[in-house]
């Protein structure tokens, strides 16, 4: 997949935002494995929002970057024993997928910062490769968070398996806007439904996506293996 420009790519979502009849969604630059100069120059062209999939990796990048004021997401797997770290230096973690981790982050959110922003991530497709609640753990979990004043829920992230089938990916996403719209109605700060990436962000979109996810068709392919 080649790269486009980031303006081409806010066209692309504009079209696929009102052929749905949706308002444009957040863009998510995802700069897992990029060098801190390739964020700096989509920075420098008015793009905000970051995703990471590596805490250490993260927090590198985080550091050298920190003067532009940049909002960064965690949106790889988290390990209980990275979650002091992640709390301390991230604005928003999509991967929330079990109590233990909603505990560390509360816990670790240092006293000074504004809530830490939290999507619950949903094993939609019911993968074992896949890290994700299951959707009946959804309700247990977004009460933990939303009881935390160190936590804000904000909402649901999914990553589909990309089913070559369109109905298959279909039914993922008309899923999750079922669960979204389940989760919004009992919290009403729930405003994120974060799913699409570079393949599929415009069937994403079609099904209520507000935020997505995009690396390869932003960056480039990635300069190793993620
Ligand atoms: C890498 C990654 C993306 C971006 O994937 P692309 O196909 O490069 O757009 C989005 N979400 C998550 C969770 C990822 O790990």
């Known amino acids: 997949m080649t790269a486009q420009t980031l303006p081409a790519i806010l066209t692309n979502l504009h079209n696929a935002a ?14 897992k494995t990029q060098p ?21 990796e993260a927090v590198a990048k985080i550091e050298a970057l920190a003067t532009l ?3 960064w997401h965690l949106i790889g797997h ?14 928003w973690v999509q991967s929330v997928d079990r109590p ?13 910062q504004p809530p830490l922003n939290v999507l619950i991530q949903v094993n939609i497709d019911d993968e074992d490769s896949k890290h994700g609640c299951a959707p009946q753990d959804i309700q247990t979990l977004a009460a933990a968070i939303a009881a935390a004043p160190q936590l804000r829920l904000r909402g649901l992230m999914a990553i589909p398996a990309p089913w070559p089938e369109a109905d298959r990916r279909q039914a993922a996403f008309t899923n999750m ?21 570079s393949s599929d ?19 480039g392919a990635r300069p190793r293996p993620a």
């Open 100 to 112: 233990k981790l909603v505990t560390a982050l509360a816990t670790h959110r240092p006293p000074g």
């Open 201 to 219: 962000y415009p069937e994403a979109i079609a099904h209520g996506a507000t935020m997505v996810r995009i690396g390869t068709a932003l960056f």
């Open 177 to 197: 806007a079922a669960l979204f719209a389940t989760l919004a109605a009992a919290h009403p700060q729930v405003d994120t439904l974060s799913m699409g990436m």
């Open 36 to 56: 801190a100069d390739a964020v700096q120059a989509l920075a420098a062209q008015g793009q905000r929002a970051f995703g990471e999939n590596y805490v250490q």
């Open 78 to 91: 988290l390990q209980s024993n990275k979650a002091e770290l992640a709390a301390r230096h991230f604005d």
């Open 18 to 31: 009102v052929a749905a009849g949706r308002p444009d969604p957040a863009l998510l630059a995802v700069s």
């Open 69 to 71: 004021g940049l909002e």
